[in-house]
């Protein structure tokens, strides 16, 4: 008898909504992961559902900086010389990604799941009995000088033309915000509708346990390859054994193109590392998440202490962990709050980027089996559950809640 059981491949936020939106959906599903559940890129970001994050990392500015962020270590954003080295066409294709016409699609790409990551979120989170996880205070962005605020101008504004509620604040309304902080601010503004989860691998466990409590298959086990097994299954080779599934979704973030097969396009997946230091004894130092924009990090209180997480590095899955990007992190925070305490534990996560900084989202141009949802680069917290949604709609051809075209892996195979 053919197999109608589906596969989704990892446990993190990402494939966690997609196996419940297929299982709400009726079909019997499984969710493979060598690891726990959101123990892996889910872990260590920032925590906030970032429902205006529509600018992308590569954006026309970054050309002009790129000479100081190859070669210097007091920079948000760091390229490894060598690793550039071994990466030319994506970081060629990243930078012209660039331009302005490129990134306007992208936030317009961006902003369409954006409007709908609340609500289908929301919809997953309330099911797993995982909403006391959530903060509501809205997500505070700062800058040093009027200058720094002066240049983002633009990007507040088509934040705006996504539909997003922003509330420009001046310096005294920063420090009646955050009394804590440090008065080097000018001005910042606030994201109102911004919210955080207090424990993201929490609540993607939650999330695990809704699943198998109804009925869902969780394994932990690593998925090697994927072949053909006929016209509309494929066949699953894993660490000691293989099965056959009607359908495979890919969701294995920074990893999903580590799996070989001929059913897999070759896609132009990196990732763009990012970092947290933990200051276990100041949880209560901020009341929100705050964005410090000249140091392209984030203060977010979490349920293990302040958070201070962030940054990017180009320089791939395998390298070790770059002393000087915690180093950094921690002089920028203890920057903007001088009463912090020691500093405990770090963190290094990979977050899976395609050189537009869209996530791919379809069917493989190399079987109508296997479906992608991966590469949601800073964002993969705040948009699974829209992705889990829209995977379920494109398997059951159903009319999608957001047009899916700019995220089709077809993009990348012309």
């Known amino acids: 008898m053919a197999s109608t059981r589906k596969l989704i491949i990892g446990a993190g936020m990402v494939g966690s909504c997609c196996a419940l939106y297929l299982q709400r959906a009726?079909?019997?599903?499984?969710?493979?992961?060598?690891?726990?559940?959101?123990?892996?890129?889910?872990?260590?970001?920032?925590?906030t559902i970032a429902t205006y994050a529509c600018i992308p990392v590569n954006h026309p500015k970054l050309l002009k900086s790129l000479p100081s962020l190859m070669f210097g270590s007091e920079r948000p954003l760091s390229i490894s010389p060598g690793y550039a080295l071994t990466r030319l066409p994506w970081l060629f294709s990243f930078l012209r990604h660039c331009r302005r016409d490129r990134v306007d699609q992208t936030i317009s790409a961006l902003g369409a799941l954006l409007r709908h990551a609340e609500d289908t979120s929301l919809t997953l989170f309330q099911a797993a009995d995982a909403m006391d996880l959530i903060r509501r205070n809205g997500t505070l962005y700062l800058y040093s000088n009027a200058e720094t605020q002066m240049a983002t101008k633009d990007y507040i504004a088509r934040r705006r033309d996504q539909g997003m509620s922003i509330s420009e604040v001046k310096a005294e309304d920063v420090r009646e915000l955050e009394p804590t902080l440090a008065p080097i601010f000018a001005s910042g503004i606030l994201y109102n509708d911004g919210f955080q989860l207090r424990d993201p691998q929490q609540a993607v466990l939650r999330l695990v346990k809704r699943f198998a409590a109804d009925g869902g298959e969780v394994i932990c086990d690593r998925v090697q390859s994927i072949e053909p097994a006929g016209l509309d299954q494929v066949r699953v080779h894993l660490s000691g054994s293989t099965r056959v599934f009607k359908d495979v979704v890919i969701a294995a973030g920074a990893w999903s193109t580590r799996i070989e097969g001929p059913v897999i396009d070759r896609l132009p997946l990196d990732t763009e590392r990012g970092y947290h230091v933990m200051f276990p004894d100041d949880a209560s130092a901020l009341s929100r998440p705050v964005g410090l924009a000249d140091a392209g990090l984030y203060l977010s209180p979490v349920d293990g202490g302040l958070r201070a997480a962030g940054t990017v590095e180009l320089a791939g899955l395998d390298a070790k962990p770059n002393q000087r990007r915690l180093d950094y992190i921690e002089s920028a925070a203890r920057r903007a709050l001088p009463s912090l305490s020691r500093r405990g534990d770090t963190w290094l996560g990979f977050r899976p980027t395609l050189p537009d900084s869209l996530p791919v989202i379809g069917r493989s141009s190399r079987h109508p089996s296997v479906i992608y949802a991966f590469g949601h680069q800073h964002v993969g917290l705040t948009l699974g559950g829209v992705t889990g949604k829209l995977v379920q709609q494109i398997m059951d051809r159903e009319d999608p809640i957001v047009d899916p075209t700019p995220y089709a892996a077809q993009r990348f195979l012309a």
């Not at 009726?26 to 925590?47: E, K, R, Y």
């Open 26 to 47: 009726g079909h019997d599903v499984t969710l493979i992961d060598p690891h726990p559940p959101g123990s892996q890129t889910s872990f260590g970001n920032a925590a």
